[in-house]
């Protein structure tokens, strides 16, 4: 099983992007530590951050060609502020109609109203938000979970 990662805008500042809000730990400690996990769930995991939004649909794009370098059974994704904006990331996902996992390290409902409203969740397995870090393990979790009932 290979699965994907994909962080968006501005996580490649965490660590020092307001911590009270999204922790101390660095996308670098994350990736790490996912990576941890991924080996010790048997599946094999690649971690990609942009800040840009094409970028992003790209690496989907890449991730729906199932015979290509990039290809991933799974996705988990915190696509940051394009989750509340991007019709083409969104897009790009049911595209590939690649089964995902949304995430995020805050509550976006407990912050501002721009922020209640994901152009994604309807479409993933399953959201997972305001656990900061641990956001991602639970969603990595879920996701194989998911993936090895439905095969
Ligand atoms: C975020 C929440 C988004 O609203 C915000 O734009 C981010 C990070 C989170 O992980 O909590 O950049 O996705």
């Known amino acids: 099983m290979r699965l994907?990662?994909?962080?968006?805008?501005?996580?490649?500042?965490?660590?020092?992007?307001?911590?009270?809000?999204?922790g101390c730990s660095t996308l670098a400690a994350i990736d790490a530590s996912l990576a941890r996990q991924a080996e010790g769930l048997g599946v094999e995991l690649e971690s990609f951050q942009s800040n840009h939004e094409g970028a992003l649909v790209d690496r989907i794009q890449q991730a729906?060609?199932?015979s290509g370098q990039g290809a991933a059974d799974g996705i988990v994704i915190n696509?940051?502020?394009?989750?509340?904006?991007?019709?083409?990331i969104r897009d790009a996902l049911l595209a590939v109609a690649i089964p995902y996992v949304e995430v995020h390290l805050s509550n976006v409902h407990a912050r501002e109203t721009f922020r209640h409203r994901s152009l994604l969740a309807d479409r993933a397995v399953g959201v997972i938000g305001g656990f900061g870090a641990t956001s991602?393990?639970?969603?990595l979790d879920g996701l194989v979970s998911h993936l090895r009932e439905v095969r």
């Open 136 to 139: 991602y393990r639970l969603a």
């Open 4 to 22: 994907l990662v994909l962080h968006g805008p501005n996580l490649n500042l965490l660590g020092q992007r307001e911590p009270g809000l999204y």
């Open 79 to 88: 696509a940051a502020a394009y989750t509340h904006t991007s019709v083409a």
């Open 64 to 66: 729906g060609d199932r």
